[in-house]
DNA sequence: TTTTGATCGTTACGGGTGCAACAAATTTCG
DNA sequence: CGAAATTTGTTGCACCCGTAACGATCAAAA
């Protein structure tokens, strides 16, 4: 029936474009791409690294452990992550006096300065990106992706 | 001022699980993960290889060019995912008479016979997907995604 | 036609990534 | 207590990735 131009198409073709998977994946590359463009270019930041930086500027003293469950990151990504912030001195371990296994990672002031250069930046990228979109287009957005977040994360 | 635990918190923290990039890469993450098991469980397919194989699936003849731009890939991601399904005997490369710097791409009947066989299974896993979420909830997903990619796609 | 510039697809390269294996330390439990 | 199981973090490995450079081809301009 109709005018299908091969054999896969019709009823038994997936449209890529609306596929969920697909979508979220887009999205977030393309966002993400742009935002790591700023902590790339400014301070050759990977993005665990970034992460790393956001976690421990936010909580303050963390291990490694801690750090992955927090910012949804494998543990040699954290691990590697705290390889190189400490090679640049912007994150110290401490012993923990309770479990020799571990280090309680924290920034120095260098790396303080840097994530509290980070932030504002950050902040405004957030902002301008929902700003594109109609205040109910932003607010359905929210609640669907929170929506999503408790059923799925 | 008040009780903060040390000196990068208060205004100046930004609550990473709350930052926009982080939540979509986290949800794209997961959602991708779940989704590429099956594919990559049952047939050993990458992600790019999966991308090409619905493009091809979807449109039926393309050139490399032509399915970077429709799935969002990378050209080497594409060339190297052709390369990939052509040892397989999943895809067939055709001279282009007009342009001989390209080659139509198509899927082979093996190649068509696995499409047709992961159609349904992504629909059902999208669906899926879906119904953990309420019917409102879905409706604002579906209206801020499309939203965000107006604007941002 | 000849020159110049753009496009298409491939590949070497440096670097990021998850998996599995591992040592060290801790916890559980008989 | 002491053996077994678990947790924590690191590293080797194979693989995936984007950048840049490249040859081939086509398009545009002279």
Redesign the interface.
Known sequence: MSSS?????DA??????N??????????????RD?ARIYKERHGLTRPEW?LL??L??Y??MTATAVGR???MHKTKVSRAVTALEKRHWLTRLPDGADRRVDNLA?TKAG?RV??EL?PI??D??QK??A???PQ?????????R???????
């Open positions: 131009r091969h054999e896969t198409m038994a073709a997936l449209e890529l474009e596929f969920l998977p697909y979508r979220f994946n887009r999205l977030a590359d393309a966002v993400s935002f992460r956001a976690t500027g936010q303050g003293t927090h910012s949804a920034l303080a994530y509290r932030v950050a902040r990228f957030e990106l929902l594109r979109i109609s287009d932003r607010a359905a957005l929210l609640a669907g992706l929506a999503l977040e408790r059923a799925f994360g």
